[in-house]
């Protein structure tokens, strides 16, 4: 069985491009090639092996794999006992500073493990999810929020030790700004939320976030705000209203007086003057 879908769905930090599932053939292979964009694999059943940087790995079910942008790869099925494996096709701005925080960036592939099991049902769940994505934007900010914790629950399982030691300040700023990430759309969100959230003061939070990243968590909050909303008027015809919602405003009003004063220029004369 084969299962293959191309879409853009995500932010543009992070995408998702195309996803799928295969019960392949015995001795099918895919390459050599250079990939445009990240591709991780689960597999459920079954062997195969990925050749990268002049390494043949054998991988099998339970494990994990990825195939990483500008790099040659090659992987095939075994001939006795051919794998099937789930995928998902990433992209974006931050998709390498991701995926880099995670080991997966340099081995290409994860070993079996209870963990690996766990982030190997997620990423079938995107799967399936996604096979059902109709056009409502709760759909699509569903499967956006799904890409984020996936890149949470990766860094969690395997994290970078070559990266530089994290702090508890950093632990704290990274989590902070994943729930930012990931909640944006929430009327709810707010950085009270985030603080209690994380079992902090608010004023704590504030001062450690913008140690590492120059704005407030407030600050940062409108900025992801604001960039999603204009994403949506460039490429949608969305009504005002509903563009609103997607980026957390209850009130369409409030909206339009936020973006004018971090665009200085309201929500429709901007779409108008992208078109």
């Excluded at 992987?75 to 995928?87: C, E, G």
């Excluded at 190997?120 to 799904?146: C, M, P, W, Y």
């Excluded at 990430?181 to 950085?191: E, T, V």
């Excluded at 609103?244 to 779409?271: E, I, M, N, T, W």
Aim: hydrophobic share 35%.
């Amino acid at each position: 069985m084969l299962i293959f879908s191309e879409l853009e769905t995500g932010t543009l930090d992070l995408r998702l491009d195309f996803y799928g599932y295969e019960d392949c053939l015995p001795g099918q292979f895919f390459g050599p090639a250079i990939r445009e964009n990240y591709v991780l694999h689960y597999i459920t059943e079954g062997k195969g092996y990925l050749e990268y940087k002049d390494q043949k790995i054998p991988l099998q079910k339970g494990d994990i794999f990825l195939l990483i942008p500008g790099e040659v790869t090659y992987y095939f099925a075994d001939n006795q006992t051919p794998w099937s494996y789930y995928w998902l096709g990433i992209s974006g701005i931050k998709a390498q500073e991701y995926f880099n925080l995670s080991q997966i960036h340099d081995t290409a592939y994860l070993r079996s493990s209870p963990h690996t099991d766990a982030l190997g049902n997620f990423i079938r769940t995107i799967v399936k999810d996604t096979e059902k994505l109709d056009e409502s934007k709760a759909s699509q900010l569903h499967v956006i929020s799904q890409l984020f914790e996936l890149m949470h629950q990766l860094n969690a399982l395997s994290p970078n030790l070559d990266q530089e030691t994290i702090s508890p300040s950093q632990k704290l700023y990274r989590e902070a700004k994943h729930l930012i990430d990931i909640g944006y759309n929430s009327q709810d969100i707010n950085i009270q939320y985030i603080a209690d959230k994380l079992g902090v003061h608010r004023s704590y939070l504030s001062s450690i976030f913008k140690d590492f990243h120059k704005i407030s968590p407030k600050e940062y909050l409108l900025e992801v705000r604001m960039n999603r909303a204009k994403e949506l008027l460039e490429t949608t015809n969305q009504p005002i209203k509903i563009i609103a919602y997607s980026v957390g405003y209850l009130d369409p009003l409030h909206f339009s007086k936020a973006f004018r004063l971090y665009y200085d220029c309201s929500p429709s004369q901007y779409r108008t003057s992208k078109q």
